[in-house]
């Protein structure tokens, strides 16, 4: 089982792909498990890139902090952060190490949700580890835009049932909300692979509390602005033109905060679970990312 010290803890981690090819490290949402890229990592991989898929701190295969207390959500979003196990920059630093683990000088950054704000981290702090970004369904932190709707807000904060039917009944009706409506066409959910994903999630292991952990960390994030003014990577940012849970205008605000972004919103799409429908956009992104580090001077 491939797991990597990182950071003082263990991250399980599964390669796709030749290790000769383009490194690309694929950063799933909040709790979410590396099975949500599984399938996107195998045609990256025979597109000829060398996929990475973590497992973050508190999720899946890698290591959980049982002994870390459970965070005041309330207290967090007040600006006590005593209760905060860990930050999205923590996390940030995981995925740095992981690549040190892999001999990996440098790798192209696709996260989505979450992922996309610890890419955004990532390049920016760590400019030198970050070939090129793919922020997919994110924000910057910045106050103004408005919130989920009352039902992907709702969906999100439903406590975690841990029987196996009763989750992927709770994990479907997330899907379900955070989806773009049933009437609205381009991107339609597929129920079988959403079954087979949360049923990989429930098998490998549900961390009720780490997806509490997870949600404090993003709460505490703040503003990262003015830190996405110093990502100088080429970047593509993705986002849903039916994203229930951050709205377009937030999508778009990150790509206007990084110099030279390109911003690619796709029609019918919310903030799904299923990333198979959106490789090829995934895909084109990463290949227009690399066509313009070739092209750049030196």
Not at 49 to 72: E, H, K, M, Q
Not at 120 to 146: E, N, Y
Not at 283 to 292: G, M, S, T, Y
């Amino acid at each position: 089982m491939p797991r990597a010290g990182c950071n003082n803890i263990e991250i399980y981690y599964e390669p796709f792909g030749e290790a000769s090819g383009e490194p690309v490290l694929l950063l799933p949402g909040m709790a979410s498990q590396l099975t949500a890229w599984s399938e996107g990592a195998r045609i990256l991989a025979d597109k000829g890139f060398y996929a990475i898929c973590p497992d973050y701190r508190d999720v899946g295969l890698s290591t959980w902090f049982d002994s870390a207390p459970l965070p005041d959500l309330a207290a967090i979003i007040g600006g006590d952060r005593s209760s905060l196990a860990y930050t999205l920059d923590d996390v940030a630093t995981d995925m740095v190490a992981l690549l040190d683990a892999l001999a990996i000088p440098a790798a192209h950054i696709c996260g989505v949700s979450m992922g996309a704000s610890i890419g955004q981290i990532m390049a920016a702090r760590h400019p030198r580890r970050v070939r090129s970004l793919v922020s997919a369904m994110s924000r910057s932190g910045a106050p103004g835009f408005k919130g989920p709707t009352p039902e992907a807000a709702a969906a999100v904060r439903a406590p975690m049932p841990l029987e196996r039917e009763r989750y992927i009944a709770y994990a479907m009706a997330m899907a379900t909300a955070l989806g773009a409506p049933a009437d609205v066409p381009g991107y339609p959910a597929d129920e079988g692979r959403l079954r087979a994903l949360f049923s990989s999630w429930h098998e490998r292991g549900l961390n009720p509390a780490g997806l509490a952990r997870h949600m404090a960390a993003i709460l505490a994030g703040g503003d990262r602005t003015s830190l996405l003014h110093s990502i100088n990577q080429p970047t593509v940012v993705i986002h849903g033109a039916h994203d229930p849970h951050i709205p377009p205008e937030a999508g778009e605000a990150v790509a206007a905060a990084i110099p030279g972004a390109r911003f690619v919103l796709v029609p019918g799409m919310g903030h799904d679970f299923d990333f198979v429908p959106l490789m090829p956009t995934i895909a084109n992104a990463l290949a227009e990312n690399i066509r313009l580090l070739s092209a750049a001077p030196g």
